[in-house]
């Protein structure tokens, strides 16, 4: 079956530095890729998305590029700030369109 | 983008007794609601998915009789945890979606059930 498989954090990094989450998927068929956000105490916000192949999904400074061969989809930001301080969940939609699959969640602490 | 609210927020229960949580898509109409759980520090486990009007799908190792979906109308859909015990204590997420396949899902902001 389809799984999402992204690096455990912790991951703590300092204001401006740059972050790097990676997230490698398993499908059938084309799926399509998603970044999530949760801040403490929340439900979880759509950060970016990517459809096919080679799309590059990008908000609020961060971006993610689809590449099925490497069947990878990581997320990057060049300057994070404290307020970037959440879980990241990589996620997965099958070809059949119905459910996500999540990845473990990675938690990002950006201290000042 | 479109909202999903859930309520209550956070709940705190005596052991036995059974929690009613309610997703409702604000401002849209949610043919399709998930309902997830998620443990500390931990991923997001699809436990049900449920289009309105329909029984809800569950996924493998949910058990059904304990925790009850309805989704009677195109923006509600209540999780009942029947019978609590301490280990159902955990992070519950709805989300939902129109009907078309492919479509984005949009998330509440969750519920808290703490069992003691």
């Known amino acids: 079956g389809d799984s999402v498989t992204q690096m455990e954090g912790p991951v703590t990094l300092s204001e401006e530095a740059f972050l790097t989450i990676n997230c490698t998927y398993t499908?059938?068929?084309?799926?399509?890729l998603f970044w999530y956000v949760q801040y403490p105490g929340e439900g979880l916000q759509l950060l970016l998305k990517?459809?096919?192949?080679?799309d590059k999904g990008s908000n609020k400074g961060f971006e993610a590029t689809y590449r099925k061969e490497t069947t990878s989809f990581h997320l990057e930001k060049g300057s994070v700030q404290v307020s970037d301080s959440a879980v990241y969940f990589c996620?997965?939609?099958?070809?059949?369109?119905?459910?996500?699959?999540f990845g473990g969640g990675t938690r990002v602490l950006v201290k000042p | 983008g479109a909202v999903v609210s859930q309520h209550p927020s956070w709940v705190i229960c005596k052991s036995g007794t059974s929690v009613k949580i309610e997703c409702r898509s604000l401002?849209?109409?949610?043919?399709?609601m998930f309902w997830y759980r998620q443990f500390p520090k931990q991923s997001l486990m699809l436990m049900a998915t449920?289009?309105?009007?329909?029984?809800?799908?569950?996924e493998q190792g949910v058990e059904k009789d304990k925790f009850l979906i309805n989704h009677a109308s195109l923006t509600l859909s209540t999780l009942t945890v029947t019978s609590a015990h301490p280990e159902d204590s955990s992070f519950y997420i709805c989300?939902?979606?129109?009907?078309?396949?492919?479509?984005?899902?949009?998330f509440g902001q969750g519920t808290r059930l703490t069992v003691v």
């Open positions: 989300s939902a979606r129109t009907g078309r396949v492919g479509t984005e899902a949009f």
């Open positions: 401002d849209f109409q949610a043919t399709t």
């Open positions: 499908a059938t068929g084309y799926p399509s």
């Open positions: 990517a459809t096919k192949a080679d």
């Open positions: 449920s289009n309105e009007g329909s029984k809800a799908t569950y």
């Open positions: 996620a997965l939609r099958g070809a059949a369109g119905n459910k996500l699959t």
